[in-house]
T-cell receptor
Framework: AQSVTQLGSHVSVSEGALVLLRCNYS??????LFWYVQYPNQGLQLLLK??????LVKGINGFEAEFKKSETSFHLTKPSAHMSDAAEYFC???????????FGKGTMLLVSP | DGGITQSPKYLFRKEGQNVTLSCEQN?????MYWYRQDPGQGLRLIYY???????QKGDIAEGYSVSREKKESFPLTVTSAQKNPTAFYLC???????????????FGPGTRLLVL
């Protein structure tokens, strides 16, 4: 069984500040991990994914995430928030093969000027 | 442009009525998925299909039905047995589930279902 916990349903930052969105996973096998972003009333768009090639994964729009096996974490960061980053972010885990994705409950990122 | 289309954008259901949500993809993907999204609940898998004429129940299949007669189409029917259908429904597709590494899922724009 696999699961994802996203700490904080809402995170507020000022424009230009560091963005840190937390994701912890549980998986009985080495996981594959994803971060998706959703803008209001739209579908999800892939930001980045971890597939065991490198523990630090760079994605689109300046986001990156680091896989830490010892902490079972895959936190998403961005050095400097932009107003356009305001959206809901979802972490997801898969065991690979025939496994489907399991999503976290999401974190809403609010960016203030 | 390749992508996933969902229609309609908004759908209204009367009590006791079945409604069907459309999902079409032109990405030549084998696998397709239906998710339900409720505020604060994340995405929950309703049904998925790895190949034409085959589909599997997800975590919350009760009150829903699907068909996969064509590779590019995966319609979802919300039946009258689904007592709380108000939600945002997302369709997705991926190259397939048979690869050792999970393929990226691509999402449609969603359909919002409301009950009258």
């Amino acid at each position: 069984a696999q699961s994802v916990t996203q700490l904080g349903s809402h995170v507020s930052v000022s424009e230009g500040a560091l963005v840190l969105l937390r994701c912890n996973y549980s998986s009985s096998v080495p996981p594959y991990l994803f971060w998706y972003v959703q803008y209001p009333n739209q579908g999800l768009q892939l930001l980045l994914k971890y597939t065991s090639a490198a523990t630090l994964v760079k994605g689109i729009n300046g986001f990156e995430a680091e896989f830490k096996k010892s902490e079972t974490s895959f936190h998403l960061t961005k050095p400097s928030a932009h107003m356009s980053d305001a959206a809901e972010y979802f972490c997801a885990v898969s065991a690979g093969g025939y496994s489907t994705l399991t999503f976290g409950k999401g974190t809403m990122l609010l960016v203030s000027p | 442009d390749g992508g996933i289309t969902q229609s309609p954008k908004y759908l209204f259901r009367k009590e006791g009525q079945n409604v069907t949500l459309s999902c079409e993809q032109n990405l030549n993907h084998d696998a397709m998925y239906w998710y339900r999204q409720d505020p604060g609940q994340g995405l929950r898998l309703i049904y998925y299909s790895q190949i034409v004429n085959d589909f599997q129940k997800g975590d919350i299949a009760e009150g829903y039905s699907v068909s996969r007669e064509k590779k590019e189409s995966f319609p979802l029917t919300v039946t009258s047995a689904q007592k709380n259908p108000t939600a945002f429904y997302l369709c997705a597709s991926s190259r397939g589930l048979q690869w050792s590494e999970p393929e990226t899922q691509y999402f449609g724009p969603g359909t919002r279902l409301l009950v009258l």
